[in-house]
């Protein structure tokens, strides 16, 4: 028995030194490449075809995926880009892959980065490959030791359920020259989670609450009068505030964004993040306006939500997409929807970059007179443009007299009280 403390209590000291080894090694005020990825619309439209590839599958099939060196780097640093700003480096060389990465920490005295690179390999052909090489900055840590140390941690954190269902459909992983093939086998239940993980959807009691507080707010609501997106938002963030603290403070904000952008966009929500929406506890159902249009609130809490699922800068893309789209045959280029689309990103980037940020919008949000203290009035500004008038007038999205309306739009953004709390 003495024998057997002894061996654990040894394991857990090494778990602990090698963590400590890994946050004085790897953690750097200066990243080992370069992060801030700003993403095109072919690069996301690109990155969620690699990520919705194995859906192509029937359950209980086997299915492959062939990605080349580029795909890898794509929907690497678009899934890692959805959580804070990273980067990332994929080689595939000698029968490995090569990762190189780079991620953005929260405020702290010990460095703004954290800079690990690892190499993922087989030592045949028909087995998942296994860790072969870790790096914490310039500490080599041996492989082994790295992988137990790893998978404890992955083990005893919310880290465990997107491990399992990440590795668990893999059967072997082929290497060719610069690009992959991944053999997998996935049962029905596993790709209904994979989704939800993914798209950071699904139910729960946490999400319930939020839910029921907003249908307690419908079924209040008087029929006669316009429903304000703000009559949605500062009663579920007051709701947020209430039971935060630092350290939940960003996935209450995402639930209680979500559980709005549910409400309000319905169909739209499903589009953009690929999500199942949840029907309101409640059968009647009010359009939320934003200076008297619908689809100003449908803009700001849409982008807010994609940039809490994933990020500021694809938030940004897709609506210039979708004004460009329109201007080809819908309702036209609107800097009135754009307006909206960047309020709601600079709000979605607020609510979840840190948690001292998200209590702060949380505070700010639950004492808000209307919703001109988080949108700008954007109704000055052009709309209803086709494609052969928004080029006669500015070119493309590229152009001087475009970035200058773009400039305007940001700079009334800054100015609206709820960007501005301290």
Known sequence: MKTLLRTLLLLLSAVVIICAMLLFFGISDKPDIAVGWTPTRDDIARAKKILHEGSKTKPDEIGTIELSEADLNLAANYLLNRYSKSAAKIEVKNNMLRFTVTMTLPQNSLGHYVNISFRLGNDNSIERPSLKKFKAGKLLIPAKFAAFVISKVIRYTSLNDYFILATQPIKYVKFDQQKITIFYFSSLETLIKARNFLTQGGDGPERDIYRQKLAEIIAKHDPAWRLSLADLLKPLFELAYQRSTLENAIEENKMAIMAVN????????????????????????????????????QHFIGSAALTASVNGQVAKVAGEEKELSDAQGGSGFSFIDLAADKAGTRFGEMATSSPESARKIQKAMSEIKDYSDFMPDPRDLPEHMDEAEFKQRYQSIDSPAYREVSKLIDARIAETPIYNVD
Do not use: C, M
């Not at 589009?271 to 619908?294: D, E």
């Open 262 to 297: 549910n409400y309000v966009n319905k169909k739209e929500t499903k589009k953009l993040l690929s999500i199942p929406v949840s029907k309101p506890a409640t059968g009647q159902q009010y359009s939320a306006f934003l200076y008297k249009r619908i689809d100003l609130a």
